[in-house]
């Protein structure tokens, strides 16, 4: 038996079969870790880095009682974490050299791993993102219906595809993937392996978009849900996300879960009377490293 503590790995396919089953326990908590893993190790632009990824499980009683990963485009994705096991592994990590650009956690175990990896590095933090989770319960689409219905969108779609999750990008304030889109990099960016449905009105103009994630350990992730500021009101965001929604229960999904700005109340209270229901609070820190002096 292994001993206790953290085991780092480059290999996919080995840290999946010795930690899968613990992230896939809780599908909708460890979402986040399902899909970017999944990435690792499909073939594609991430997954020709794989080995450059690091892997970690952490064992004790010998059990898997969290994980890390750190892509190759330097984020690091923890599971929950005690403030004593995040500041072990903050010193863990920066002895062996490792510089993530930024971390990506439930909201208390990314604040502790801020403040650890400041203690250990001296790396400036800055909060980035902040979210609820919420997963689906029963899902009850929204009324009145705008006219129109929903369509799963196809090859002939793209620039349209392209150009609203660019939209939704400048809306949110996600510069990195703003950044992939205009270098041609699509299939790189987040969106590049999502499946999209538009929602039309009657006369086929496409009015609002939802995308989810592939089928991983149970689980799909709508994100995201985008509606043009000029079409907003008028309900089409409701029924594009049920449509996704519906589509991933009917994929076999048993967990269907999404993200929200906690700053608006609007979209939080409508995924809740659509029957999603908070689970968690996440956040994302980034980290800045001063560079060495000249000479």
Not at 92 to 101: E, V
Not at 266 to 285: I, K, Q
């Amino acid at each position: 038996m292994l001993p206790d503590g953290w085991h780092l790995t480059h290999d996919v396919d080995d840290f999946l079969a010795r930690a899968g089953d613990f992230l896939r326990s809780r599908p909708a908590l460890h979402n986040t870790p399902l899909t970017d893993i999944e990435k690792l190790r499909t073939p594609g632009p991430l997954g020709h880095d794989a080995e450059a990824a690091v892997l970690g499980r952490l064992e004790a009683g010998g059990r898997v009682r969290a994980i890390l990963y750190l892509t190759p485009h330097g984020r690091l994705g923890l599971t929950p974490l005690s403030p004593e096991q995040t500041d072990a592994l903050a010193a863990h990590l920066a002895g062996l050299g490792l510089s993530p650009s930024h971390v990506i956690a439930d909201h208390d175990t990314a604040g502790a791993f801020a403040e650890a990896w400041q203690r250990h590095t001296g790396a400036a933090s800055l909060p980035f993102w902040r979210t609820h989770l919420y997963r689906l319960g029963t899902l009850t689409p929204p009324l009145p219906r705008p006219e129109g219905q929903g369509r799963v969108v196809g090859a002939g779609d793209r620039e349209q595809v392209v150009r609203w999750c660019r939209e939704f990008c400048v809306d949110v304030g996600e510069q990195p993937s703003i950044d992939l889109i205009d270098a041609g990099s699509w299939d790189d960016s987040r969106f590049g392996d999502r499946h999209f449905t538009f929602w039309e009105t009657p006369d086929g103009t496409p009015v609002s978009m939802a995308a989810a994630t592939s089928l991983v350990g149970g689980m799909v992730r709508v994100d995201p849900v985008y509606t043009p500021a000029r079409l907003r009101g008028h309900g089409y965001a409701g029924a594009v996300t049920a449509e996704a929604s519906r589509a991933a229960l009917a994929a076999g999904a048993t967990d269907v879960v999404l993200f929200t700005d906690p700053g608006n109340p609007t979209s939080n209270a409508l995924y809740r009377r659509m029957g999603y229901v908070h689970v968690a609070d996440f956040a994302g820190h980034r980290f800045s490293y001063a560079a060495p002096q000249a000479g």
